[in-house]
């Protein structure tokens, strides 16, 4: 099992940037894939990024790409996703999820442990 708790959530104008951060314990870190995925209200959950377990391989969805960089910390047991040039069709809680294994996957089958999640709000 693992267990992860994110932060970085908040409120910020149209434009600006937030980074988040998910811990991981229990499994050792660098032995699975991570990704965020995001929700809005009254929407269906969506992926948002996935990196594989040494940070070589990453995926984006097509909405984010080259405003979102998602990166790992293996020493730190950390995911992060930077967030930059937001709008308010970013707004949604984000939630970190650890695949299975090593991949990095798009979807949200392939991942067994989720987080309890992070508001992000972007005010227009």
């Known amino acids: 099992q693992v267990q992860l708790v994110e932060s970085g959530g908040g409120l910020v104008q149209a434009g600006g940037s937030l980074r988040l951060s998910c811990t991981a314990s229990g499994r050792t870190f660098s032995s699975y894939g991570m990704a965020w995925f995001r929700q809005a209200p009254g929407k269906e959950r969506e992926f948002v990024a996935a990196?594989?377990?040494?940070?070589?391989?990453?995926y984006y969805a097509d909405s984010v790409k080259g405003r979102f960089t998602i990166s790992r910390d293996n020493a730190k047991n950390t995911v992060y996703l930077q967030m930059n040039s937001l709008n308010p069709e970013d707004t949604a809680v984000y939630y970190c999820a650890a695949a299975r294994n090593t991949y990095a996957r798009t979807k949200a089958e392939f991942y067994d442990n989720w987080g309890q999640g992070t508001q992000v709000t972007v005010s227009s």
């Open positions: 990196i594989n377990w040494n940070g070589g391989i990453t």
